[in-house]
């Protein structure tokens, strides 16, 4: 405020505390009370919704031509770089899959949750045997070393204190 007064001085001008008092009581204005925010809500609003119709049905034709691409990608996919590392991995950690029909986003996030698990493994010292894909075995020891590590620290704070 005071570098205001200095500038409204300087400048022998009243107007600018003219704005300064205007914003005041503008925003004074806006403040509201708190009678304003107490409601008596005595029921509950309900909302209909409408019913959404059925899609119609797709004519065999649309449905050969999605089956196509769906083939063309899947195909693309097994020939590809990336696809034959996923299936390499799956392989290396004994990760099952279906050979003949490959779904192949389930497969990629089940390789890389197991390679992260594998990691976080790795990091906390625990050493996995990777010839039995086993995800539920891993989780339950990297949390049972998680709660080792913390009952640890927790023993290692009471002792100081």
């Known amino acids: 405020m005071s570098a ?15 704005i300064i008092d205007s914003c005041k009581q503008y925003f004074a ?7 304003e925010h107490e409601t008596n809500i005595h029921t509950i609003p309900f909302y209909k919704l409408k019913a ?3 899609v119609e049905e797709f004519s065999e034709e649309i449905k050969a031509t999605f089956g196509n691409m769906a083939k063309r990608v899947y195909l693309r996919m097994l020939e590809s770089e990336r696809g034959q590392d996923i299936l390499s991995k799956a392989k290396k950690y004994n990760i099952p899959y279906n050979k003949s029909d490959i779904s192949w986003l389930r ?5 890389d949750g197991y390679e992260a698990m594998l990691r976080e493994a790795d990091e906390s010292g625990i050493t ?3 010839s039995e894909y086993d995800p539920a075995g891993l ?7 998680l709660h080792l590590c913390l009952k640890e620290k927790r023993e290692m704070y009471w002792d100081r204190y």
Do not use: C, G, Y
């Open 52 to 54: 959404v119709t059925p």
């Open 107 to 111: 497969l990629i996030d089940e390789v």
């Open 4 to 18: 205001i007064k200095n500038l409204s001085i300087k400048t022998n001008s009243k107007s600018f505390f003219d």
């Open 139 to 145: 989780r339950q020891a990297l949390d049972d070393n």
């Open 128 to 130: 996995w045997d990777i």
């Open 29 to 35: 204005n806006m403040i509201p009370s708190k009678k």
